[in-house]
């Protein structure tokens, strides 16, 4: 981390065509999706990486990126394998990096499998629950 990003923060968080951050929501209570514990990461393989550490099962989860003036609610779909397990990096990438190729859903723009990650600047550690 140089001395720009640590006081300003990633360049990849100006960038409002990304989320700044992804949120995890998990009922506490099943059939009451008005109480929830909320996991953040800066990443969505860093949020997938902690859920999966911690034991939350991709049936449990909705999923959304932040953006400034507005929440976009992501598919567990694309980060999980056949089995329903969670997918780890590189594969979340591939996944997404295809998804986004292939609908130009704005929410699942900037993964990449083999370029540069428009995430590498981030931080890739998850927390919660909140």
């Known amino acids: 981390m140089n001395l720009n ?9 100006y960038d409002r065509s990304l989320p700044y951050t992804y949120v995890a929501r998990v009922r506490i209570i099943d059939g009451n999706s008005d109480l929830t514990n909320a996991f ?4 969505i393989c860093g949020l997938i990486d902690y859920l999966d550490t911690n034991n939350i099962e991709p049936r449990e989860v909705e999923l959304c990126g932040l953006y400034l003036d507005r929440e976009i609610p992501l598919d567990v779909k694309y980060c999980i394998d ?7 990096r590189p594969d979340i990438c ?8 292939e609908s130009l859903d704005l929410q699942y723009k900037g993964h990449h ?3 540069t990650c428009s995430y590498d600047d981030r931080e890739r550690q998850g927390s919660g629950p909140y």
């Open 40 to 43: 953040f990461a800066d990443t």
């Open 5 to 13: 990003t640590s006081l300003f923060g990633p360049r990849s968080k």
């Open 94 to 101: 591939h996944s997404l990096e295809q998804h986004y190729k």
């Open 113 to 115: 499998e083999h370029e």
């Open 82 to 88: 056949e089995q329903g397990h969670w997918l780890e």
